[in-house]
């Protein structure tokens, strides 16, 4: 995977969903075009893969270019697929790391549970909320969830698993 083949949309996301640099004249330096078809909006891709696509239109994405489709807009599994999916391509140095190593999965794991439940999916319950119970019905969680995180790294530690960096940060 060559750096030139990676799209990033603008962090903004607006009525019509997440869109790559150049369709408005608010800029953001890491966003691009879409570098594969030049598209304007995420959603394009989806349309493009199923035309008749009628669920929401997330990011991150991994496209196919050859079988013109997602391979996943999952984060979790986009994280784990890159973990190893490239190591041919890479120096042994690089390819040699691992941020999910045998020996911490069910560390790593048991973390991922509810730091995807409660932080990651609570962070968009908390930011989409469309009433107020909601967002307090959401927010509380999060907050709980942010405090357990702190405490964890409260002991001066720079990582949440095994003492380097592993999925569970990323994530």
Do not use: C
């Not at 009525?15 to 640099?21: E, H, M, T, V």
């Not at 991150?60 to 391509?89: C, H, Y």
């Not at 995807?116 to 930011?127: A, E, L, M, P």
């Not at 964890?152 to 003492?163: C, H, M, P």
């Amino acid at each position: 995977m060559m750096s030139s083949d990676v799209s990033v949309v603008h962090p903004h996301m607006d009525d019509l969903g997440w869109r790559f640099n150049g369709t408005s004249n608010e800029t953001f330096p890491a966003a691009t075009s879409d570098k594969v078809y030049g598209l304007e909006r995420i959603r394009d891709l989806y349309f493009k893969a199923d035309p008749g696509y009628k669920a929401r239109f997330t990011v991150p994405v991994i496209w196919d270019k050859k079988q013109e489709t997602i391979v996943s807009n999952e984060s979790s599994e986009i994280i784990r697929f890159l973990n190893d999916a490239f190591d041919g391509e890479l120096s042994k140095e690089k390819a040699d790391l691992d941020f999910y190593p045998q020996s911490l999965r069910k560390e790593i794991d048991e973390l991922n549970d509810w730091v995807y439940s409660d932080i990651n999916n609570g962070v968009y319950k908390s930011g989409f909320a469309t009433t107020q119970e909601a967002y307090e019905n959401a927010v509380k969680p999060l907050g709980d969830a942010m405090q357990r995180v702190e405490k964890i790294l409260s002991d001066g530690r720079d990582f949440l698993v095994g003492g380097k960096l592993t999925e569970a940060d990323i994530r």
